[in-house]
């Protein structure tokens, strides 16, 4: 089996260590700092993972490389910037699978960087979380090219319930960037119909099981009225994360030279819940910024 590197055991990457080391791959993990008490550090670590400060101990000693990482600045760091793979003295790595939500332009770039060294770049972003990841049932749009992902295909298997090949290099993360455009639009226009029907004297509960029966219904909405009701709006999506999705989706449209409105609404109202003091809740806490906004 080929050896593997993870750059980003965070909630999601957690997970997904642990199933390809379930699943037999020899895992090496970076982490900035390793500690005896992290938790992260004392699980992977008694499961047999190589852990390493050093990224160069990695792209030295692995044949694929994951990175699992917040943005595509984190990615271009590790990839392409100064003492990165694509200048390590040193590599084996002939494949890097990214997981990160990340700018389709960017993945394009350090697709075409790498491939000065013979590295294939295929952009896998995943839906679901945490507890899909160690599931081992996660939902992966892939992109780049096709004959590196039926390579790949195996390996990806072992995390992912579902996988979808939706073409060329970037096209896995504007596929997942489009999801996400949907699913926030649905949260947030959930709030304001959640708030609407409050202010009328509609119950949420009444809401909810109307529109469960009819055309508004949406898996957003579902979500969205289940944290409103049971108000715990604790992070497993932040408003953060969403901004910063819909702001490489807004460049996308830009790139696309397609006008929609809505995309820079949507952007406004994210941006301004996140410096509502909303920024590392959930963000469906969308509903409690509208809630609180004066007009």
Known sequence: MQKVGLIGPGKMGRGIARNLMKAGYPLSVHKRSIREDDPVVQE????????????QDIYATVEVLMTCLPSS???????????????AAETT???VLDFTTARPASTRHVYAELAKRNISVVDTPMTGGPEQAEEGALNLAVGGDRSVYIEMEPLLKCI????VYCGPSGCGHTVKLLNNFLGMLNRCSASASCLIAERAGIGREDLLEFIRI???YSRGFESQLSMILEDDFSPRFTSALALKDMRYLQELFKEKRLIYPIIDDLVSLLAETSAGGFSDMDMGA??????ERKS
């Open 44 to 55: 992977l670590g008694s499961q047999g993972a190589i852990l390493s400060e050093n990224l």
């Open 73 to 87: 600045r984190e990615v271009e760091e590790v990839l392409i910037r100064d003492e990165s793979l694509l200048h």
């Open 93 to 95: 790595v002939s494949v």
């Open 160 to 163: 992912a319930k579902n996988i």
């Open 214 to 216: 009819s055309g508004g």
């Open 286 to 291: 969308v509903y409690l910024y509208l809630k």
